[in-house]
């Protein structure tokens, strides 16, 4: 979207007069300001125009009868082409239900705001009940440490994945932050590596000085990558990149092929099981709640304790003494 266009929407002489079109617009342009994310911006835009197809494909628009674009909405949002062996849809998670809903509703309440609807259908659909981070899984510590191992950091490709997964486990942080790592955002001073994140979730700025071995690993791979050009690359130069001979050699790594170099290299194909990881070392290494928090970048205290208790639940450390019990010992 253009300024241009934002400027010729706001600047009607009536509020009434904005059409759908341009009331789009102007709400994706809010959504961009305020979290200052482009993919966040185009993952809203993409879901409204695929809700708006549904509606046209029924004779209906957005400022169509609330009751009835609800009834879409409630479809919409519970539709997915999954299906079980007996070919009955599988429906989709509680979570994406309620996300789609949300982006439904944002549209409609700023649209609400700039008197161009005055009802928002949303408020008339029931949310699911989500349990908190319900699919928060971490991985073994020493099996991560045996994979990392293996990894043959005398290729290319492996001093790559090495320094990428090291950053993903020693940071914290999430994928696309990670995979939006650009060289501008690269502060080096002696032996010390500092990485600036200015659009964490949330529209946070976040920094992170690497440990010595994970800022060593980056660096490697960084000048086994770019060579003598390191030194004159322009502040936008991806940081992880393509290794494929398909088109995409040096282009930025997509966000499947981080999943691609987990799930190669650790077994697990969800980015996120790292920062659970991070998570569960953290504390193992006796760092206080509001360490935790600051560096998952949590809003409250009580955010991160959810987060943490979640999958304390899963281990039981009274599991050995009763499997013993039943006669289920590690050695016979």
Same mark, same amino acid.
């Given at each position: ?34 979290? @200052?994310?482009?993919?966040? $911006? ?16 029924? /004779? ?14 409630? /479809? ?8 079980? $062996? ?32 005055? !009802? ?56 696309? $932050? ?11 001073? /002696? ?63 997509? !966000? ?24 569960? !070392? ?8 509001? $360490? ?13 304790? @959810? ?26």
């Amino acid at each position: 979207m253009t300024n241009d266009a934002f400027n010729q929407a706001s600047t009607a002489l009536a509020p009434r007069t904005f059409s759908l079109d341009q009331m789009i617009t102007i709400w994706l342009h809010e959504k961009a300001n305020r979290t @200052r994310s482009a993919e966040t $911006e185009r993952a809203y835009g993409a879901r409204l125009r695929e809700f708006r197809a549904v509606l046209q494909a029924a /004779g209906l628009d957005l400022n169509s009868d609330p009751q009835l674009v609800a009834v879409a909405a409630q /479809g919409w949002a519970d539709h997915t082409d999954r299906v079980d $062996e007996c070919g009955k849809s599988l429906g989709v998670a509680p979570a994406t239900f309620n996300q789609r809903l949300a982006i439904l509703s944002s549209f409609y309440q700023t649209a609400i705001k700039r008197g161009v609807l005055m !009802a928002n259908p949303m408020t008339t659909i029931d949310r699911r009940p989500v349990e908190d981070y319900a699919s928060a899984v971490s991985l073994d510590q020493r099996d991560v440490r045996a994979q990392l191992d293996r990894i043959d950091r005398a290729t290319l490709a492996g001093k790559r994945d090495y320094a990428l997964l090291g950053v993903l486990l020693n940071t914290g942080r999430r994928r696309a $932050e990670v995979n939006g790592m650009r060289w501008g955002a690269v502060h080096i001073s /002696g032996q010390e590596v500092t990485i600036d994140f200015p659009r964490t979730k949330g529209g946070k700025h976040m920094r992170n000085t690497l440990p010595a071995g994970v800022g060593k690993a980056v660096l490697d791979w960084l000048h086994a990558f770019y060579g003598a050009q390191l030194g004159d690359l322009s502040h936008d130069a991806p940081i992880w990149v393509s290794l494929a001979h398909n088109g995409t050699y040096g282009k930025p790594v997509s !966000a499947r092929s981080f999943s691609l170099i987990c799930d190669a290299r650790l077994g697990v194909s969800k980015v996120h099981s790292l920062r659970h990881t991070f998570t569960d !070392a953290m504390e193992e290494a006796g760092a206080k709640l509001s $360490e935790i928090r600051d560096q998952l970048g949590h809003a409250s205290i009580a955010t991160t304790d @959810r987060y943490i208790q979640k999958r304390r639940r899963a281990k039981n450390r009274h599991g050995e003494t009763i499997a013993h019990m039943f006669g289920f010992d590690e050695e016979e």
